[in-house]
């Protein structure tokens, strides 16, 4: 299993271009989501989806669209970049756990974003 | 709104001596909690929880305490490793908030020979 893959790992784009990121996780994983890390802060949560065709917004959701079509794959999409937008971007799987148990999200090796 | 804090942005911990990274938090609807584990260039990997019913769960060199009633939660690292070097993020999840977690800032922890 390769788990969660990431493309590009790194890219430069100008102010008001657009770009997706990609994600896609082969472990049959019903959730997944889209984090952001900040230099110095924690990992803040843009998107999630608990299935396919379902998505839902995170904690820091504007500038961003995603879209779930299948199990396997998670696309952010950035419409307008902006500077604020520079980050390194997480995508992230996991099985439900309905019970006691939290979920242990797998993650993949990140994108690296700068808008100049 | 920093509803899980990590105070020591970085520590420093001689090799075979115990590491103690610290985390607190504000939401006592929080009801599951865990540690994650970063080195440079990666994704975060998951490395050890607990659930809000416990005090205390163990694997192998890593122990992580719960202290509900002052909301704060420690990971302890014994001994520690050249290869325990890393960024040690605290995470929590909510009741009401499904598989959603909420990260602390991060810790740099450096282990030295």
């Known amino acids: 299993n390769a788990g969660v893959t990431q493309t590009p790992k790194f890219r430069i784009l100008k102010i008001g271009q657009s770009m997706t990121l990609q994600c896609t996780q082969d472990?049959?994983?019903?959730?997944m989501y889209w984090y952001r890390q900040d230099p110095g802060m924690g990992l803040k949560l843009i998107y999630y989806?608990?299935?396919?065709?379902?998505?839902d917004k995170g904690e820091v959701p504007n500038g961003y669209n995603v879209s779930r079509s299948t199990t396997e794959d998670f696309p952010l999409r950035l419409e307008l970049a902006a500077p604020s937008q520079t980050s390194v971007y997480f995508c992230?799987?996991?099985?439900?756990?309905?019970?006691?148990?939290?979920?242990?999200?797998?993650f993949g090796p990140g994108t690296r974003l700068t808008v100049l | 709104d920093q509803q899980v804090k990590q105070n020591s942005p970085s520590l420093s911990v001689q090799e075979g001596r115990i590491s103690i990274l610290n985390c607190d938090y504000t939401?006592?609807?929080?009801?599951?909690f865990l540690w994650y584990k970063k080195y440079p260039a990666e994704g975060p990997t998951f490395l050890i929880s607990?659930?809000?019913?416990?005090d205390k769960n163990e694997d192998g060199r890593f122990t992580v305490f719960l202290n509900k009633s002052a909301k704060h939660l420690s990971l302890h690292i014994v001994p520690s490793q050249p290869g325990d070097s890393a960024v040690y993020f605290c995470?929590?999840?909510?009741?009401?908030?499904?598989?959603?977690?909420?990260f602390g800032q991060g810790t740099r922890l450096t282990i030295n020979p």
């Open positions: 992230a799987s996991s099985l439900p756990n309905p019970g006691q148990g939290a979920d242990t999200q797998y």
């Open positions: 472990m049959n994983h019903n959730y």
């Open positions: 989806s608990v299935g396919a065709g379902i998505t």
């Open positions: 939401n006592s609807m929080f009801d599951y």
């Open positions: 607990i659930s809000s019913i416990k």
């Open positions: 995470a929590a999840r909510a009741i009401q908030g499904a598989q959603k977690l909420v």
